[in-house]
């Protein structure tokens, strides 16, 4: 119920209040046009396990990094709203399949969306499928593991499992904010397979260069 009384009440300041810049501060936009521009488009690395292949729109570095922070730490699910139509743009690409793809998400711990009021992967795949008129369905219920956060690459490999909802579509795209070693994705692809998931394409808001 308070998570619920604070996404209302950000709602509510979101309606009546301008935004700001969440780089810069300036008034005006959710990101700014100074602020937009030094952004990189994401380097094409190793695909996690699993997928058919991952889709990401940004370089995850010094220029991407306090937005995708804003978007996670500071309620900014506005962000959102700016990235989900060019996530929707590379889905384009995407070779044609024999079904309508669904969009779900790789889900956040149940302690950070309760600190958050929101899950930001979740709000992400409700954008892109807005913005790409493709069905959007919560898919995946996080089973064990720590947050993902500040971990090396080995704990982040051994430190994830998903669960699957129900009987899945054929066709999956798992949205999520940041793909770090891969090992959130891989997980998720994981799930999906053995619950007779035919293809799953990552999508993420920014990709770090290596890992």
């Known amino acids: 119920m308070r998570a619920l009384v604070r996404r209302v009440l950000r709602d509510v300041v979101d309606l009546w209040l301008p935004p700001h810049c969440v780089v810069c501060r300036s008034p005006g936009a959710v990101v700014c046009g100074s602020c937009l521009a030094p952004l990189a488009p994401a380097d094409r690395v190793v695909e996690p396990d699993g997928t058919d292949g991952s889709l990401a729109l940004l370089r995850y570095d010094d220029s991407s990094r306090p937005i995708v922070g804003a978007f996670k730490f500071e309620g900014r699910r506005d962000v959102a709203r700016v990235f989900g139509p060019p996530l929707a743009l590379l889905l384009d690409g995407l070779r044609p399949g024999p079904v309508v793809p669904t969009v779900t998400w790789a889900p956040t711990t149940a302690r950070r969306r309760r600190a958050r009021g929101y899950d930001q992967a979740e709000v992400l795949a409700r954008a892109v499928a807005e913005s790409a008129r493709l069905p959007v369905r919560r898919l995946l219920r996080r ?69």
């Not at 993902?148 to 054929?170: H, M, N």
């Open 143 to 211: 089973s064990g593991g720590p947050s993902q956060t500040g971990r090396t690459r080995r704990e982040r490999l051994d430190g994830v499992e998903f669960d699957v909802f129900g009987s899945p579509p054929t066709e999956v795209i798992v949205c999520d904010d940041v793909l770090t070693t891969g090992a959130t994705m891989a997980a998720a692809a994981s799930a999906l397979r053995g619950a007779g998931v035919a293809r799953v394409t990552g999508l993420v808001l920014a990709r770090t260069p290596r890992w």
